[in-house]
């Protein structure tokens, strides 16, 4: 057993990238490393129980095998505890997987979490909470948004059969037409920190860099997310379907997300944001459509530790490091 402890498996078996063979070839290398639990889901919300179950019977790691929706249950039964969380890349985008250093394939991260595990190379984040005006709130552990950034994860969700058949094609495409509804749209009414309101037509929160990914490449739409521990966010005050383009390129070129002329806010998130509207608008957390609300709330919440596999950058293998 490696010095950190009994080790808990998590696994979504109808993740994207979670086959019976990545999940026999998983189960196998944690096996010698301390391996006592390995816990299958079967409904939504299972994840965060089996890992809740876990650690109450004594596991000091669980490593999640699939996409950010389980990594996120995972993460929240997780949070203020001292139980570290490994989330290996098991789903489709896995933006906090790759956010916390892991490689995008399964087959080039499992070096690194031996040596990880064996290490005991660790890391903290702090998550998210976002709270709806209906009473109904859950934490988030990559990013939250409300507004077009919102619109574009229901109309993906809404249409699983295109989410399958093009993928990250259908997230640029909905966003598109997001953005071409916005101007005919509500106005969102921000707030931060019980500061000065700001008119807009999208809010991001975000607890690290980048915000999400476009296939390969990361979009950095919330610059300084995770630094220094604190959350960040951004405002777009103008959005238009011609101008989301210019979005993204100066996004994948890692450069801040202002387009031309259009205003934009931003920095740190201390305490609150608050999104209020006229007409419900649509929000998201971690990829997950969150219904349409006229009062969202989002702010910081519990840390999470980590296994940290970046101490393992420069690890000598076949496998290449981190990306």
Known sequence: MTPSGPIALVINPVATRSRATERAEVTRHLSPLGLEWSLLTQASGDAGRLASQAVAEGARVVVSLGGDGTAAEVAGALAGTDVAMAALPGGNANVFARASGWPPSLRRSLPL???????GWRDTTTLGRISMDEGVERLFLTNAGVGIDAATVEWVEARPRV???MRHVSF???AALAAGRAGRGPRLRISVDGGEVHDGVTAL??????????????LDLVPGAGEDGHLAWTVLTRVRAIELGGLMVRALAGHSPAVGRQPLDGGPLWTELVVRSDEAVPAQADGEP??????VRISPADVLVT????????????APGPT
């Open 307 to 318: 296994v940290d596999p970046r101490g393992a950058a420069d690890l000598k293998s076949d």
């Open 172 to 174: 640029a495409l909905a």
């Open 290 to 295: 969150l219904g349409r609300h006229t009062t």
């Open 113 to 119: 979490l031996d040596a990880a595990l064996g290490e």
């Open 163 to 165: 989410k399958r058949r």
């Open 205 to 218: 929160v975000s607890c690290s860099s980048p915000y999400t990914y476009l296939g390969p490449l990361p």
